[in-house]
C-alpha cells in the first residue's frame, strides 16, 4: 500500500508561481509512474502532467504545457509540480497519483491510477 501526501497549496495572484510536492510511502517509489491531477467542484478530475518511473519522459495537458514543469527525486521519494505564471483558471484540487501503468501516456487516464493522495487546495486570484 502506497501512501502519498501533497503540500505546497496556497492562495496565490495570477502570474505568480508555486511548488506542489507529493511524498510517498509504503512502497519502491522508483517502480511507480506518478501524476498530477487536479479538480473543481462539478467536474471531473483532470490530467495535469505525468513521469516515467526515472525521470526521463514527461507528458503534459495542453493546457499547462510551458508553464508546469514535473520532476521527482527518487532519492526522497517525491515528485513536484512546478507552476510558473499561474491563472485564475488553475484554481483547483490537485492530486497526487501513483500508477504501475507500463504505457506512460496512458496516465492520462484517472482511471489508471493505483493511489491517490488527499489532494491540496491552489486558489490564483485575479
Known amino acids: 500500500q502506497v501512501q502519498l501526501v501533497e503540500s505546497g497549496g496556497g492562495l496565490v495572484q495570477a502570474g505568480d508561481s508555486l511548488r506542489l510536492s507529493c511524498a510517498a510511502s509504503?512502497?519502491?517509489?522508483?517502480?511507480?509512474?506518478m501524476g498530477w491531477f487536479r479538480q473543481v467542484p462539478g467536474k471531473e478530475r483532470e490530467f495535469v502532467a505525468c513521469?516515467?518511473?526515472?525521470?526521463?519522459?514527461?507528458f503534459y495537458a495542453d493546457s499547462v504545457k510551458g508553464r508546469f514543469t514535473i520532476s521527482r527525486d527518487n532519492a526522497k521519494n517525491t515528485v513536484y509540480l512546478q507552476m510558473n505564471s499561474l491563472k485564475p483558471e488553475d484554481t483547483a484540487v490537485y492530486y497526487c497519483?501513483?500508477?504501475?501503468?507500463?504505457?506512460?501516456?496512458?496516465?492520462?487516464?484517472?482511471?489508471?491510477?493505483?493511489?491517490w493522495g488527499q489532494g491540496t487546495q491552489v486558489t490564483v486570484s485575479s
Open positions: 497519483a501513483a500508477s504501475t501503468v507500463v504505457q506512460l501516456r496512458v496516465l492520462a487516464n484517472p482511471n489508471i491510477v493505483n493511489y
Open positions: 509504503g512502497g519502491i517509489f522508483s517502480s511507480y509512474a
Open positions: 513521469i516515467s518511473r526515472s525521470g526521463g519522459t514527461t
